[in-house]
Nanobody, 123 residues
């Protein structure tokens, strides 16, 4: 199983980026997909999740209204559109796959992880 995250980069505060996570080796449509981020010296934190058929999406309060998670099951890919970026959004962003629907906010609920992509929002 492989999850490949991409789309990170350097952007000015207020700007936008769109992250992608392409998967292989799993039945993508059977998994909920989440995005987490980890800033230097901090724990990995939940940001957003989408259910397997896109019926449900949840966001952390810190990104609600600015970030949008979506998926394309035909392309085995999940996306994270990030708008109105703030310097505090700077982190390595990870995509993850979970075969079960629970709180979806805990790293232990996800079986597979991508390698991460760095997002830097400069002030």
């Amino acid at each position: 199983v492989q999850l490949q995250a991409s789309g990170g980069g350097l952007v000015q505060a207020g700007g936008s980026l769109k992250l992608s996570c392409t998967t292989s080796g799993l039945i993508f449509s059977h998994y909920a997909m989440g995005w987490f981020r980890q800033a230097p010296g901090k724990e990995r934190e939940f940001e957003a999740v989408v259910s397997s058929a896109s019926f449900r999406t949840y966001y952390d309060d810190s990104v609600k209204g600015r970030f949008t998670i979506s998926r394309d099951n035909a392309k085995n890919t999940v996306y994270l559109q990030m708008n109105s970026l703030k310097p505090e959004d700077t982190a390595v962003y990870y995509c993850a796959a979970s075969s079960r629907w629970a709180t979806m906010r805990k790293t232990l609920e996800y079986q597979y992880w991508g390698q991460g992509t760095l997002v830097t929002a400069s002030s």
